[in-house]
C-alpha cells in the first residue's frame, strides 16, 4: 500500500473556473499571494536541496496551501462537505442521508470505504475544476457504490454526478480515520484539508478514542466549521449522557460544532434513509433547560445514570434533513472562517512557513559552521611549494618573441641562437663528461612537485581526522567515510597517474603567451622598449634573450644565464653603440637599468602565477577526488538564508501577516 502522497502538483488558481463571479470577499486579495507564495517555496525547496531538510509535500501547512487555499480562495460558490469519524460507527449511512438516496455502500462491518466518494451537482464539473479541489488524489469515475471498498495502492477518490446533490454542495463520504491503515489516515488528512464544513459522526464507543480525538484537533487548528451527529443513540436513554460526551470531546480537541444532531440506533431506517436526526443546542444553556434539561440535571443524571425515575425525558424535537441543513448553512460566513483558519495555520510561528524557513536557517548556520571550520584550517598550507625551473618558463618565453619579431631581427637573432645552443650543448657535454648527464629541471621539478603534493595530503587527512573530533554532525558524518583507508589510497594513487600524465610545457606556454600578450596590450612602454632593445642588440646579442635568460640569477643552469646583471646592462649598451644608433640608443643607456628591474619583478610575478596554478590543480582535484561536492553543497546550504527565493518567501508571510492584521481576521 502507498504510504505518502505523491508530490502535489503546481495549481494556478486563475485558471480554476467558477459558475459564477467570485465575490469581492476580505479574503479575495489573498489569492494572488497564495500564488506567489506556492511558486517561491517551490523555487525555495529547489534552491535549499543541499539541506537534506523534509519536502514539502506531507506538510501540513503546505498541504493546506495547496489542497484549499489555492483552488478555493478565488471562489467561494460552494461548500465541500466531508463525512468523517471513526471506524464503523455509520459514516456511510450519514453522507446517503446527505445525499437523499444510497450513494455509498454501509455496512455492519469495520473498516468498510476505502477511499474518499464523492458527489458533485449537475453541471459542476463543467465549471470547476475537481482535480484542482482535490490535487492529493487520482480522481475515477464512480459508477458502482461497492468500488470504494476496494484497496488500490494509488490514492483514488471517487467521484460522480447527481441531479438530488443541492447546487451549492460537494460531499464526501472519507476512509476511517482511526484504521489500522495509516494510509487510510493520510486520505482522511488530505480530505479535511480540502473541506470547508466535517460532518463529524461520533458514537458513544468513539467519542473518546484517541485517533478520533487527534484528527478533530487538526481540524480545530484549521478552524473548521463542525457538524456533529451522534450515531447509533439509544433515546431517550442516552439524552442524559450526549451532553457529557461532546463536552469530553470538545474540551480535548478543541473543536466547537456549529450544530449538534442525534440519529437513532435504528438500523432498518438506515438502510431505507429514514433516519431522523434530531437538533440539539450546544452548548447546553447554562441554568435554563434544553431540550427538556439543565447543566444541573446533567450533573444530577451524572452521578445516578441508573436511575428509572428520572423525569428528565425531554419531549422529541422535529427531524431534520441534513441535506437541508447544509445547504442553508451561512455561506459566505462558513467559507470566510475555513479559509481564515488555513491562513492562520498557513502564516503561524509554531507550524507554518515561519516555522520552515527557521528550520532552512538553523540547517544553513549548520553549514555555515562546517564551510567555516574548513575556511579556517585551509586545504592547502604548503609554504615551500617548488618555484619552476626558470629555463621552463624562459623557453617559452623565447618562442613566444621569436613569433612577434620582425623579419630582420629574427634572423639575426636566430643565427645567434643557434650558436648559443652550440655554445651550450658544448658546455654540456663537458659538464655530462666530468660530472655525468644531468637529470633535466623539468623531471626534478616533477619530482619536487609531488613530494609536496604527498605532504599536502598528509596534512589534509590530518586536518580532516581533527575537523571529525570538533562535534559538528554533518561534517563528521560527511568524513567518516572519506577518511577510510582503502579510500585515502585510491585517492593518492588517482593523483600520482594524474600527476605524472600533465603535460607542464603545455601549461607554461599557455600562462606565458596569456601574459605576454597582456604585457603587449596593457604594458606598451614596457613592451615598446624590450623591442627597441632588442632591435638595437641585433647586431651583437639578442639582449631580450639574456635579460630574460638571467631574470635576476632565478634557477639559471648554464653559462649564459650565470652572467650578472650588470654584464647584461653593458652588454645591451655596447649593442647599441656598436649599431649606430642615436636615439633609441640614449634610451637604452638612460633607462636600462630600469627596465631590467621591471623585467625581473615581471618575470618573478610569472613564476608566482605558475606556482599558484599548481596549487589550484591541487586543490581541484583534492575536491574531485576526495571532498567531492562536500564543499560546494557547504557552500551552497550556508547561502541559502540570502537566496533571492528564501527573502521572497519571508517577504510574502509578512504581507499575509499585515493583511489578515488589516482585515480583522
Known amino acids: 500500500m502507498t504510504d505518502a502522497f505523491p508530490t502535489a502538483k503546481p495549481i494556478d488558481s486563475s485558471q480554476i473556473r467558477s459558475s459564477s463571479p467570485a465575490k469581492a470577499t476580505p479574503l479575495s486579495p489573498f489569492a494572488a499571494l497564495a500564488r506567489q507564495l506556492n511558486g517561491a517555496l517551490r523555487r525555495l525547496e529547489n534552491e535549499s536541496k543541499p539541506l537534506k531538510i523534509a519536502p514539502l509535500p506531507g506538510r501540513d501547512w503546505f498541504d493546506i496551501l495547496v489542497r484549499k487555499l489555492l483552488p478555493q480562495l478565488v471562489d467561494d460558490a460552494y461548500l465541500i462537505v466531508a463525512v468523517v469519524g471513526g471506524t464503523n460507527i455509520g459514516k456511510s449511512v450519514v453522507f446517503n442521508h446527505i445525499a437523499g438516496f444510497r450513494a455509498s455502500s454501509s455496512s455492519p462491518l469495520a473498516s468498510g470505504t476505502k477511499h474518499p466518494v464523492c458527489l458533485v451537482p449537475t453541471g459542476f464539473v463543467t465549471t470547476h475544476d475537481l482535480q484542482a479541489l482535490f490535487p492529493a488524489f487520482e480522481l475515477r469515475p464512480w459508477s458502482d457504490s461497492d468500488e470504494a471498498l476496494i484497496s488500490h495502492d494509488q490514492h483514488c477518490l471517487f467521484w460522480r454526478t447527481n441531479a438530488d446533490v443541492p447546487p451549492n454542495l460537494v460531499i464526501l463520504d472519507t476512509p476511517d480515520v482511526d484504521s489500522d491503515a495509516p494510509v487510510n489516515w493520510q486520505r482522511a488528512d488530505a480530505v479535511r484539508q480540502a473541506a470547508d464544513v466535517l460532518v463529524a459522526v461520533l458514537t458513544q464507543q468513539k467519542y473518546n478514542d484517541a485517533a478520533v480525538k487527534q484528527f478533530f484537533r487538526k481540524a480545530a487548528i484549521e478552524d473548521k466549521a463542525a457538524l456533529v451527529v451522534f450515531n447509533q443513540v439509544e433515546l431517550p436513554d442516552d439524552e ?9 470531546f470538545c474540551g480535548e480537541t478543541g473543536l466547537q460544532p456549529e450544530f449538534v444532531y442525534l440519529a437513532p440506533n435504528d438500523r ?6 429514514r433516519l431522523r436526526f434530531e437538533e440539539r443546542k450546544w452548548p447546553v444553556p447554562a441554568n435554563q433547560k434544553s431540550n427538556g434539561f439543565s447543566h444541573d440535571a446533567v450533573h444530577a443524571a451524572e452521578k445516578l445514570p441508573d436511575s428509572p425515575d428520572s423525569e428528565l425525558d425531554p419531549p422529541m424535537s422535529e427531524p431534520v434533513q441534513l441535506r437541508d441543513a447544509l445547504s442553508q448553512l451561512r455561506f459566505a460566513e462558513i467559507k470566510l472562517r475555513t479559509l481564515r483558519g488555513s491562513l492562520k495555520q498557513l502564516v503561524s510561528e509554531d507550524g507554518g512557513v515561519p516555522t520552515y524557513l527557521q528550520e532552512i536557517w538553523v540547517r544553513s548556520q549548520q553549514f555555515r559552521d562546517a564551510a567555516n571550520i574548513f575556511a579556517a584550517r585551509g586545504l592547502i598550507r604548503q609554504t615551500d611549494w617548488p618555484a619552476a625551473p626558470n629555463s621552463l618558463i624562459v623557453d617559452q618565453m ?53 613530494d609536496a603534493i604527498v605532504r599536502v595530503l598528509q596534512q589534509v587527512y590530518d586536518q580532516l581526522r581533527v575537523v571529525t573530533t570538533l562535534g559538528n554532525d554533518l561534517l563528521t558524518s560527511r568524513l567518516e567515510q572519506l577518511l577510510a583507508g582503502t579510500t585515502c589510497e585510491s585517492v593518492i594513487a588517482q593523483l600520482h597517474r594524474e600527476h605524472d600524465a600533465f603535460d607542464f610545457e603545455a601549461s607554461v606556454r599557455a600562462l606565458v603567451e596569456t601574459e605576454l600578450a597582456i604585457l603587449k596590450t596593457d604594458h606598451k612602454d614596457l613592451f615598446e622598449f624590450l623591442r ?7 647586431v651583437v646579442r639578442p639582449a631580450l634573450t639574456l635579460l630574460l635568460a ?16 650588470q654584464w647584461v646592462t653593458h652588454v645591451a649598451i655596447d649593442a647599441t653603440a656598436a649599431a649606430g644608433t642615436t636615439v633609441a640608443g640614449e634610451a637604452v643607456v638612460e633607462s636600462a637599468a630600469g627596465v631590467l628591474g621591471q623585467a625581473k619583478i615581471w618575470l618573478l610575478k610569472l613564476h608566482e602565477k605558475f606556482k599558484a596554478q599548481r596549487e589550484a590543480w591541487l586543490i581541484d582535484k583534492l575536491k574531485e577526488h576526495l571532498l567531492g561536492d562536500l564543499l560546494a553543497d557547504l557552500q551552497r546550504g550556508a547561502s541559502v538564508p540570502q537566496s533571492p527565493s528564501f527573502l521572497e518567501v519571508k517577504k510574502l508571510v509578512r504581507q499575509f501577516e ?8
Do not use: C, M
Open 240 to 248: 442524559e449522557y450526549w451532553p457529557l460526551w461532546l463536552q469530553t
Open 268 to 273: 432498518k431506517s438506515a438502510e431505507a434513509i
Open 398 to 450: 623565447w618562442n613566444w618573441w621569436d613569433v612577434h619579431r620582425e623579419v630582420w631581427t629574427s634572423k639575426i637573432h636566430g643565427f645567434y641562437s643557434h650558436i648559443g645552443r652550440w655554445v651550450s650543448g658544448g658546455f654540456r657535454h663537458v659538464q655530462g663528461r666530468i660530472w655525468g648527464t644531468p637529470t633535466s629541471p623539468l623531471e626534478e621539478y616533477r619530482q619536487a612537485e609531488w
Open 532 to 538: 627597441n632593445t632588442d632591435r638595437a642588440a641585433a
Open 550 to 565: 638571467v631574470g635576476g640569477g632565478i634557477g639559471a643552469e648554464d653559462l649564459l644565464l650565470n652572467a650578472g646583471s
Open 658 to 665: 499585515e493583511r489578515l492584521a488589516s482585515t480583522g481576521l
